[in-house]
């Protein structure tokens, strides 16, 4: 089993007149790891994966393994129909990847025993490695520090993309050992690291992603003084980032550097004008 640490990019899916712009999928993740970036998330929340058909997502998925090596690109896998989801993972898992990333089941809002047995039945039928998604401000339900700990037993289950917000259960499962902890929240990069955590899966690393793998290195070897210098200077681009619905705030300043274009697909709408400003201000 792989160990999922340092700094994922949680992957837009870039769009030219209503349809997915492959050129520019490819060029932005060879961009990423060129950056040095450990891997790529496609297909995700940034990635706007909801408003994609599963066709579409497996042809995002395609693409991006044209591009770059598997072991570099993490699948999402989200739904709340589970026989359908389970025929997606089939799909999925005939691409040499590195893993998925499963959230909760979205509005129905199930027990913790019905989400062991979701999570329980996903990580069974996998032939990858397993992230759990903890993010409970989308899906209505949060991922108990019990419930955790017994999905951790599973030998599929090895990681969490923790936007669970809550301080105590990040520390116990980084002092448990058993799942490698990522941060989905950017600005609790630098002290989810600091705390142990192996890394983060971040939207807003798209954007001078090489400040943000120095971050995480010097960390890493105990160079925490160079490592909040650099935190403090990436700090307003990750607000900025999310001052708006994400990933609107992002694909704008993908745009302003010229590797994507600034389109969504609805109900996302574009950055306003206010936004645009500021986002030109940072980067400029």
């Given at each position: 089993m792989p160990v999922f640490s340092g700094i994922w990019v949680?992957?837009?899916?870039?769009?030219?007149?209503?349809?997915?712009?492959?050129?520019?999928?490819?060029?932005?993740?060879?961009?990423?790891?060129?950056?040095?970036?450990?891997?790529?998330?496609?297909?995700?929340?940034?990635?706007?994966?909801a408003a994609l058909s599963k066709d579409e997502q497996l042809a995002v998925l395609d693409a991006l393994l044209e591009e770059i090596p598997g072991d570099r690109l993490v699948m999402g896998l989200a739904g709340n129909h589970l026989a359908e989801l389970l025929a997606f993972q089939r799909e999925?898992?005939?691409?040499?990847?590195?893993?998925?990333?499963?959230?909760?089941?979205?509005?129905?809002?199930?027990?913790?025993?019905?989400?062991?047995?979701?999570?329980?039945?996903?990580?069974?039928?996998?032939?990858?490695?397993?992230?759990?998604?903890d993010i409970p401000y989308r899906t209505g339900v949060r991922l108990e520090l019990a419930t955790l700990r017994q999905l951790a037993r599973h030998p599929r289950i090895v990681a969490i993309k923790d936007c669970g917000g809550n301080p105590e259960t990040t520390l116990a499962l980084i002092a448990d050992g058993e799942l490698d902890v990522l941060t989905g929240e950017d600005g609790q990069i630098f002290t989810t690291l600091c705390m142990g955590g192996r890394g983060a899966i971040a939207a807003s690393a798209h954007i001078r992603p090489r400040q943000f793998v120095e971050m995480a290195e010097c960390i890493d070897?105990?160079?925490?003084?160079?490592?909040?210098?650099?935190?403090?200077?990436?700090?307003?681009?990750?607000?900025?980032a999310f001052a708006e619905p994400n990933p609107a705030p992002v694909k704008s300043l993908l745009a302003m550097q010229g590797l994507i274009r600034d389109e969504l697909r609805l109900p996302m709408q574009p950055s306003s004008e206010a936004l645009l400003q500021r986002l030109r201000n940072e980067l400029a």
């Open positions: 949680a992957l837009v899916t870039p769009f030219n007149d209503g349809a997915i712009d492959f050129p520019a999928l490819r060029r932005l993740a060879r961009h990423l790891l060129d950056e040095g970036v450990a891997g790529l998330v496609a297909c995700g929340t940034t990635g706007e994966a999925v898992q005939r691409r040499p990847i590195a893993g998925v990333l499963v959230p909760a089941p979205y509005y129905i809002r199930p027990s913790q025993e019905g989400l062991l047995a979701w999570f329980g039945a996903i990580a069974d039928a996998s032939s990858v490695p397993v992230i759990l998604y070897k105990g160079e925490l003084e160079a490592a909040r210098a650099i935190f403090q200077k990436i700090q307003a681009l990750i607000r900025l």
